[in-house]
């Protein structure tokens, strides 16, 4: 399974970004997604998670009201839309896949994406 995340950049307090994930290699719509993310010197966290069928959606507390997790089976892609962006979001943000096993758990996540750089500005 290959993973490609895109969409991170610069933003300044309060605003937005969406970042997509494109997957190929195998079928996609069996695959639990899930978005994480490292900040320097920090482990990786979970940040969001959603089912193959796209029917249920887990986040943090930080993110919960803020962030919004969705895929798009057809075209094989999983999005993260973050709204009210802050500083303690800043991170690189890795989607991953996830066959079975807890979407909480990054351990659970057989492959994963290379990572794209969101930067929130105060």
């Known amino acids: 399974v290959q993973l490609q995340a895109s969409g991170g950049g610069l933003v300044q307090t309060g605003g937005s970004l969406r970042l997509s994930c494109a997957q190929s290699?195998?079928?996609?719509?069996?695959?639990?997604m899930g978005w994480f993310r490292q900040a320097p010197g920090k482990e990786r966290e979970f940040v969001a998670g959603i089912n193959q069928f796209g029917s249920r959606q887990y986040y943090a507390d930080s993110v919960k009201g803020r962030f919004t997790i969705s895929r798009d089976n057809a075209k094989n892609m999983v999005y993260l839309q973050m709204n009210n962006l802050k500083p303690e979001d800043t991170a690189v943000y890795y989607c991953?896949?996830?066959?079975?096993?807890?979407?909480?758990?990054?351990?659970?996540?057989?492959?994963w994406g290379q990572g794209t750089l969101v930067t929130v500005s105060s």
């Open positions: 290699g195998r079928t996609f719509s069996i695959f639990g």
């Open positions: 991953a896949s996830n066959l079975r096993g807890s979407l909480y758990d990054k351990k659970s996540y057989e492959d």
